[in-house]
């Protein structure tokens, strides 16, 4: 069993690369008396945001249509490593019970009848029982539902760059404007208990994820995120996978810190993260990846 996790509990010793602080100067932040969405679109339409619903089987159903979507993107994001790798989307009914995808079907083949409703205890209560539920993926996901009210979905794989930075045990630094989706707003469980076949293992990810990120970085492991919307957390583990490509590539060009990396003053980074990175943003960032798969499949993953 893996020590307790801390939140953004860092190895002593020095970065892989030197980083420096900008020099100071003033910059106009605009349209800050606005909505982050209203903000980004020009003119008289403003983007849409998440729908609403007065029919919760209605609601039900465009989760599971987009969690399926989810999964036809992650495929070919090549996001597959084997089975591993899931996604929960907690009900909009009965709280306590959440969606998840079954053990061994190919993220490109899913679709919303193939996910599996179970509650918080570990009881499949719905959905597809032809197959189970990944049980790492369950202990993981559970504990963070449990910790965190407020979370709709939970996405997790072993993608190639949120593992490899994962090694490092550090969280990403504030490298460009996309990583500051992050700022103040991911950690580190620094720490690897192996296989997770314990609900304390789950407990310690979730007490790392803390009562407020949206991502966390599981050390030698890879990557997690949470949203109010699977849109949400989709988008997120994506920008997080990307910014760990551009903080491994940043690094490596740094040559052991031949080359300074100049980092985004705190000031822009915290405005930055303001007006581009709420669920409503976040959900409408991931549309465009949603259009996409539905066009590519004919909308099967709806089936």
């Known amino acids: 069993m893996a020590p307790s996790a801390i939140s953004d509990l860092l190895p002593s010793g020095p970065l892989t690369s030197k980083s ?34 007065d029919d919760m089987a209605k609601k039900r159903q465009w989760q599971l249509e987009h969690m399926a979507a989810v999964f ?9 490593e084997g089975i591993s790798g899931h996604i929960s989307v907690r009900d909009p009914e009965d709280h306590d ?14 679709k919303a009848s193939d996910m599996i409703a179970v509650n918080l205890e570990g009881k499949v209560v719905g959905g597809n029982r032809t197959r189970p ?3 790492a993926g369950f202990l993981i996901h559970s504990e963070c539902h449990k910790a965190r009210p407020d979370v709709v979905a939970v996405c997790h794989a072993h993608t190639v760059y949120g593992k490899a930075w994962s090694v490092f045990g550090r969280p990403i630094e504030m490298l460009t404007q996309d990583s500051c989706k ?3 707003a991911h950690s580190v469980y620094n720490s690897f208990g192996g296989v997770v076949f314990a609900s304390e293992e789950g407990a310690q990810i979730a007490q790392a994820l803390g009562p407020t990120n949206k991502a966390c970085i599981l050390r030698n492991h890879g990557l997690l995120t949470v949203g ?4 949400e957390a989709a988008f997120l583990f994506l920008s997080l996978e990307h910014a760990c490509q551009g ?23 915290d405005y930055t993260n303001r007006m581009e990175s709420d669920s409503e943003t976040c959900y409408a960032e991931f549309q465009a990846y949603y259009d996409w798969e539905e066009y590519h499949s004919k909308g099967d993953f709806k089936n």
């Open 247 to 269: 903080q491994l590539l940043a690094e490596a060009a740094a040559q052991g810190g031949k080359i300074e990396k100049v980092l985004i003053s705190d000031e822009e980074a």
């Open 133 to 135: 539920p990944n049980a």
């Open 228 to 231: 109010k919307t699977v849109d």
């Open 97 to 110: 019970v959440f969606w998840t995808n079954p053990l061994g079907v190919h993220f490109g083949l899913l």
């Open 72 to 80: 036809r993107h992650w495929a070919r994001e090549g996001y597959v």
């Open 182 to 184: 992050f700022y103040k």
């Open 20 to 53: 420096v602080a900008p020099e100071k100067q003033h910059h106009a932040h605009g349209m800050q008396d606005k909505s982050p969405l209203a903000a980004i679109s020009h003119g008289d339409v403003m983007l849409a945001g998440v729908p609403t619903f």
